[in-house]
């Protein structure tokens, strides 16, 4: 097995719901009719979000912060697909391949099970391997269950070199 390396990475996000009626909800890249969106400096797309963050620190490139800070107006409504895009490419250029993603939502609404084949259709082909997302309730504790907002946990597992 010399040559051969596997890592993995953590990533975590959490936005509160909007105040903003006209805010959309996307979660894993898809949209959530008729649901309260996120506030948020990009799309707030927190399961992408968290995804992307345990990409990169399983490659050792940082955090999501590090690379679209919410500070530069040029991720300002920014498509978090298309920054997951981007940290794919980013983890690519050092020599890693993709093998999964797994990921967690805590929230108390909206219901994710109908969407779910959706997010894990769009967030598998933009990382090109599987990803997989699994909602938990916060059964009515803290923030979260109180329906302030939605948080996500993810866990990527990266390999380089052969067996």
Known sequence: MSGFAVRVGQGFDVHRFSDDPNRRLILGGVAFDGARGLDGHSDADAIAHAVADALLGA???????QHYPDTDPTWKGADSIALLADVVGKVRAQGWEIGNVDCSVVCEEPKLAPHRDAMQAKLSTTVG????????????????????????????VIVKGAL
């Open 129 to 156: 391997a599987p990803v997989t997302v699994k909602g938990r309730r916060a059964e009515g504790l803290g923030a979260l269950g109180r329906r302030e907002g939605i948080a996500c946990w993810a866990v990527a």
């Open 59 to 65: 490659a050792g490139l940082g955090d999501i912060g």
